[in-house]
Nanobody, 120 residues
Framework: QLQLVESGGGLVQPGGSLRLSCVAS???????MRWFRQAPGKEREGVSC????????TYVDSVKGRFTASRDNAKNTVYLQMSSLKPEDTAVYYC??????????????WGQGTQVTVSS
């Protein structure tokens, strides 16, 4: 069974940090991976993407300099390190498998999401 499982979300104060993980089971994470988020009442937003080898990463402007995507292919896992968190980062965060080795925006599999809440 193909599955992506995100974890690491939670409640954090503004300025705090969290590291999200996305573990694949049933298949090898050979392709680029993308992180999305969706806040209540808002459209889903692409946050970051990392190529299959990890040598290329992209970020939406609102998280540049604060979020860092990485991956450990030996562990079949991708990460999203989030620092200097703001209330507007509050959302459900999802990981997804892209349809190629480099980021294109076309995704195939999704995880179930993990809630991140930034509040004092």
């Amino acid at each position: 069974q193909l599955q992506l499982v995100e974890s690491g979300g939670g409640l954090v104060q503004p300025g705090g940090s969290l590291r999200l993980s996305c573990v694949a089971s049933g298949f090898t994470l050979a392709y680029a991976m993308r992180w999305f988020r969706q806040a209540p009442g808002k459209e889903r937003e692409g946050v970051s993407c990392i190529s299959s080898s990890g040598d290329t990463t992209t970020y939406v402007d609102s998280v540049k300099g604060r979020f860092t995507a990485s991956r450990d292919n030996a562990k079949n896992t991708v990460y999203l390190q989030m620092s200097s968190l703001k209330p507007e980062d509050t959302a459900v965060y999802y990981c997804a498998v892209e349809n190629g080795y480099y980021c294109s925006g076309s995704v195939r599999y999704w995880g179930q999401g993990t809630q991140v809440t930034v509040s004092s």
